[in-house]
């Protein structure tokens, strides 16, 4: 075994699943495990695949990315891309109507890390046209009232639904692996949470898609804790009462 981490290698954990309070206004250990994503992280979309593709340099793919993943995590936009903000601003008292989200001149963030120009790449590699469908789905739902409860209740139907295609399936089961690789910086292949639909009992292989990722998973952030070898809280921490978790996500 070498000293370096193997983000290549696959492995086979052990499951469980534990039950969280909400940190927003939706549950945010959604993916804390692949067999909890499996059930609870529905999706689909009504829509076929653009002829162009996802380009995870373009910045508006990448607005319409961290949105998408923001409605399925169920963290604020501005937590998983720090610095990221849509234009024209709310305003105090709200316009009514609000005004159109202008995706040119939004900025979709600058953190240093940059962890999800990553998950974006992965995800695009791996499943480009389902990645199109469910952009496609956020853009659609972009000026929502409330557009994560929008592209939530689109992304809900049975795998037995004769009216779905086999690209909506396919859209639907990248959606869980997006949430997982937020969650857990490790990508579950669709294929894999699929078959825990009909085998709940199955063990799904995963791999880490990077050193940057392990050390970025929200499931810890959200247990107030830090992933092993790596800590951003000051020495000494855990003699003093943990801090409010809104400090972690």
């Known amino acids: 075994m070498t000293g370096a981490l193997d983000h290549q290698r696959r492995f086979t954990p052990d499951i469980t699943e534990e039950d969280e309070h909400t940190v927003t206004r939706r549950t945010v250990l959604t993916g804390a495990a692949a067999a909890t994503a499996a059930a609870t992280v529905p999706a689909a979309v009504d829509m076929a695949a653009r002829a162009d593709s996802v380009d995870p340099n373009s910045r508006e793919h990448m607005l319409l990315f961290v949105l998408l993943s923001s409605a399925l995590t169920g963290i604020a936009a501005n937590k998983l891309a720090p610095g990221f903000r849509l234009e024209p601003r709310p305003t105090n008292p709200p316009t009514v109507p609000a005004p159109p989200i202008d995706l040119a001149k939004s900025v979709p963030g600058s953190d240093p890390v940059d962890v999800k120009r990553e998950y974006l790449t992965w995800a695009n590699e791996k499943y480009p046209s389902a990645l199109e469908n469910l952009l496609q789905l956020v853009r659609k739902n972009l000026n929502a009232s409330d557009r994560d409860e929008a592209i939530i209740n689109a992304l809900q139907f049975d795998d037995d639904d004769k009216s779905k ?85």
């Open 165 to 249: 295609t086999p690209s909506d399936l396919d859209a639907k089961y990248l959606a869980r692996s997006i949430v997982l690789m937020w969650y857990l910086g490790a990508w579950y292949e669709p294929a894999e949470l699929k078959a825990l639909r009909k085998d709940p009992k199955r063990v799904p292989t995963f791999r880490v898609v990077s050193p940057k990722a392990y050390t970025q998973a929200w499931a810890l952030r959200v247990a107030q804790a830090h992933p092993m070898g790596f800590s951003e809280m000051q020495f000494g921490y855990w003699t003093r009462p943990p801090n409010p978790r809104v400090d972690f996500t």
